[in-house]
Structures are given as C-alpha cells and as structure tokens.
C-alpha cells in the first residue's frame, strides 16, 4: 500500500468531529453509489437481476471487508472479534437506527427504521429484497474470521417487517 504521506497530513489538519463527519460523509457517497448502480441496473434488468448481481458483489465484498478489518484491527477468530469487525464495517457503520443484543454465545443485530427501504417506499419504489444481499455479505464476512461462525436470518425484506424492524441477524458459533 502506498504510503499516503500527504493525504495523511492533510487528514491531521481536522479535529476529531470533522475526521468522523468526512469518513461518515465517504460512507454515505459510497452508498450513494451502490445505490445509483442497482437503480440503474433495476430500471434496465429488473429487480430480479439487480438483486442478483447486487448479491454476488456483495458476497466478495463482505469476504475482502473482513480480510481487511481483521489485518488493519488485529482481530481474531472468535465471535467476539468478528462482532467488533462487523461495528466497523461500511455496512453496520451506515446503519443509523440499529440495535445490538448480546447473550452468551449469541449476538443479535437489527436494523430500525432503515433508510434505505424508507427511501424505496417514499419514492414509490418497491421495497428491496435485500435477504439475498445482505445474508451473502454477512456470511463471507463471518467466515472470513471463522468458518465456524453461523449468520442467521431472522427477518429481511423480502420478509414481512415487524413492528420497526426492518431486519434482524443472529451470529454465533456452530455448536459442537
């Protein structure tokens, strides 16, 4: 990797609440682009193929994020590191209404009033059938840390929303 020198420099000159308002600021653009690419590919394709393609990328993608994450915060392979991985993905970082739930041997995440389904609907979209997308990049992204680690749906669109869930997640670690 590069050594960046400059562009660190230029990073130091913004205290703490800038630095975090920049890298939330890339996160949204990021996202911004994600979503621009699957409309497009939606409106020429349809949703069916827009989902897929969406769900192949980004089943790489969580398997790369987690790489990357377990190098840059010196994680290892318990349920624990891959849970404080996942707090730093683009994906948990973007969520804004989410919840954590822990239990021994358990973790439990879900999504509240999310922003992008929220948009969909507003814009008179369909909701995103999301399940596909989100279980293959949660997935790659466990198994990264440990292919004993299991991802469970509870519920994601296309499924019915519950109350102010949108979607919920189960992590832990395979038993025996």
Known sequence: MADRKEERELLKELDGDRYSALTFMHLRNLWAVDGLYYLGIEKRFGTEAATEI??????????????RLKK?????????????????????????DKEWEYHPGRTVLRNVECRVQNTRLKDGLSVFPCKKVRFGFLKAFARE???DLEVNCIRCPPDDRMGRIWCEWTFSMKEG
């Not at 192949?56 to 987690?66: L, S």
């Not at 840059?72 to 804004?96: F, Q, V």
């Open 72 to 96: 840059l915060l010196g994680l290892g392979n318990t349920l624990e590191d891959m849970i404080r991985g996942l707090k730093y993905s683009g994906w948990t970082m973007d969520l804004e």
């Open 54 to 67: 969406d769900a192949e990328v980004w089943a790489v993608m969580g398997k790369i994020e987690a790489r």
């Open 145 to 147: 840390f440990n292919e």
